[in-house]
């Protein structure tokens, strides 16, 4: 089972048998990249790894043989990379765990059931304000995987009011995504992209207000016809069954369940928000946020009157049925992995140097734009990209007219919006393995919002150049 069912959250086998052949493809290609374009290395500074201006230099090409293509998932788990993708699967199995235990005791069913009821026939109205809170947590705090708890919640919503999949998942992973990318103070992507810049972090704000403003317009307008294309195809979902509600000597017990969930919801909030915004803590608000899920999923199923071994048993059983995304996970960030030990990532970034360098300042923007947009497909981490391409970028734009504003502006829009179109995204990939959605069903649902909100945020961008924005 697959979804939001009683079983808790789990990937599908036809989700997850498509999600590893498109994986497989892109992993041979990368292969194959590695094998048409020629090796090269920048040098980097001992401090801190940043790349030295103008040391680039041709390599002879690494003896690396088309078998490690296929080995390289494993060579994850030893590469740089290990202790964030380990972190990411602890995540989801802690993720998959509590959520099935909600699902035994009924709890995720009667909070769902609740907030529907409230807001009756104002159903559009919730539809709005719920996109509008999970695009405003990826724009101000920088959440991306740490909703992967409130997917399932979304989608049970969207089933309550007749909706479908591809409006829980719209109303929430997509949503966080376009706000990450969208972003007035994301301390990951503008933040680090400033300070890396050396500008002043967070400056600039009143024109990031003014690209949050219209791409929630184009993205709630796309959210509204997915919810009404639903309601008229009759494709809505069936709503989760509540087995702990079955009788009135439940009801004190479910809702005390209810009521420990919410206020422990509550708290995990107010925990990601806290370490978000410290940058020393930054790199722990995945394990702080599964900490906290962990006891509020447990605790609101004891709660709610779950005996300890049927709880128990169920978040072993939803730990099994979301851990085949671990594969997945291994499968895309090891096209990174293929592109770098076949010493072609620096010889890529050493060709985007050069155009962008002799490129007027609206070309040049428009690079950084697409360029980095190319290396989102390799690259996840926000921060990972940005301490690789600003020391590059930054004296780029200085070279074309271009404030250094414009540069981390470009690089904030080609970091995030196609986190929700690339099939080498692992959080993309467990979102839609939770709802049981293929990528390419969710390509040919959301290519033309895509398609709009390139050319808007383009044509955005070259205002920023136009009115020279710092």
Not at 38 to 56: C, K, L, N
């Amino acid at each position: 089972m697959s979804g939001t069912g009683r079983s808790g959250v789990s990937i599908g086998a036809k989700t997850f048998f498509a999600s590893f052949l498109i994986l497989l493809a892109l992993m041979i290609g990368a292969g194959l990249l590695s094998r048409a374009i020629p090796a090269g290395a920048f040098e980097r500074s001992a401090a801190d790894g940043s790349i030295v201006a103008g040391s680039y230099r041709e390599l002879p090409r690494p003896d690396y043989p088309a078998w490690r293509w296929l080995a390289a998932p494993i060579e994850v788990l030893f590469s740089p990379d290990a202790a964030a993708v380990v972190v990411i699967i602890a995540f989801i199995a802690i993720v998959g765990g509590s959520f099935a235990v909600l699902q035994e005791a009924g709890i995720l069913a009667g909070a769902v059931e609740s907030l529907a009821r409230r807001f009756g026939g104002r159903k559009r109205l919730l539809l709005a304000l719920v996109a509008l809170f999970f695009m405003l947590i990826g724009s101000l705090m920088g959440i991306f995987e740490e909703v992967i708890p409130l997917v399932p919640v979304a989608i049970a919503l969207a089933a309550s009011l007749g909706w479908d999949l591809m409006t829980g998942l719209g109303m929430s992973i997509l949503a966080t995504g376009f706000g990450f990318a969208a972003a007035i103070s994301n301390p990951f992507s503008i933040g680090t992209a400033q300070r890396l810049a050396g500008i002043p972090v967070f400056s600039g704000s009143t024109f990031r207000v003014l690209v949050f403003a219209l791409v929630y317009a184009l993205y709630l307008s796309w959210l509204l016809r997915t919810a009404r294309r639903a309601e008229r195809s009759g494709g809505g979902m069936a709503a989760a069954p509540s087995p702990a509600a079955s009788g009135p000597a439940a009801a004190p017990a479910l809702r005390r369940g209810i009521a420990f969930f919410s206020a422990s919801m509550l708290a995990v909030a107010a925990a990601v928000m806290v370490v978000s915004r410290i940058a020393s803590l930054r790199d722990y608000s995945m394990p702080v946020t599964a900490l906290c899920f962990l006891v509020a999923g447990t605790g609101s199923g004891l709660a709610a009157g779950l005996k300890p071994g049927k709880a128990a048993r169920a978040f072993a059983q939803g730990v099994g049925g979301i851990l085949p995304g671990a594969v997945l996970i291994l499968m895309a960030v090891s096209v990174k992995r293929i592109i770098v030990s076949g010493l072609i990532m620096d010889t890529i970034l050493e060709s985007a140097r050069r155009a962008i360098e002799g490129a007027s300042g609206y070309g040049a923007a428009a690079l950084i734009y697409l360029f980095t947009l190319l290396m989102n497909f390799f690259i996840g981490s926000a921060t990972a990209k940005a301490f690789l391409l600003m020391p590059i970028l930054a004296p780029l734009a200085d070279l074309a007219g271009l404030t250094r504003q414009v540069a981390v502006q470009a690089y904030a829009f080609g970091d995030g919006f196609s986190n929700m179109l690339y099939p080498t995204n692992p959080v993309l990939l467990i979102a839609l393995g939770v709802a049981g959605l293929s990528w390419p069903a969710w390509f040919r649902r959301t290519w033309l919002l895509q398609l709009g909100t390139l050319a808007l945020t383009m044509g955005l961008l070259m205002l920023a150049v136009a009115i020279g924005y710092a």
